[in-house]
């Protein structure tokens, strides 16, 4: 009876000892992240946190740049038109807009430059992306 008492106690404390010598291990050794990725991940809270802001900014910019209000743009978007295809129903193009949106997206990576949220590499590459990214709001139908 005793045997059978010492073999389960024996083998859980060896596989405890392992588990607490191997817990030891990886905590010694722990994965800090690159300081890239620390500044990647910065980028994205700050879109994360200023993303509704953004897309109020962006529908009364595109919508001033158009001729209409804000809540007009925002009713014809839902009833299934793009920001082109209103703006050329009310006589501008889409070109227009996308410059007015452009530079105003221009500005904000500067100042997000300027205060420190993004880096220079971030800044130029989020420039870089800018123009296509537009060009695919301002012509597609939500």
């Not at 209000?69 to 009310?90: F, H, M, R």
């Not at 220079?120 to 420039?127: F, G, L, M, R, T």
């Not at 800018?130 to 060009?135: F, S």
């Amino acid at each position: 009876m005793l045997k059978k008492l010492i073999a389960p106690v024996a083998i859980g404390g060896a596989l405890l000892g392992s588990l607490a010598m191997g817990g030891v291990a990886t905590a010694a050794t722990p994965a800090t992240p690159t300081s890239a990725h620390v500044r990647e991940h910065r980028a994205h809270q700050w879109l994360r946190a200023y993303r509704k802001g953004l897309r109020a900014e962006g529908l009364a910019i595109s919508a001033s740049t158009i001729g209409i209000t804000p809540q007009t743009l925002k009713a014809d978007l839902k009833s299934g038109k793009s920001i082109a295809q209103v703006a050329a129903v009310n006589g501008s193009g889409a070109a227009a807009v996308e410059s007015a949106l452009t530079t105003a997206a221009d500005n904000a990576v500067n100042q997000a430059e300027t205060a420190g949220t993004l880096t220079a590499p971030q800044a130029s590459k989020v420039e870089a992306r800018l123009p296509t990214r537009i060009d695919k709001l301002v012509n597609h139908v939500f």
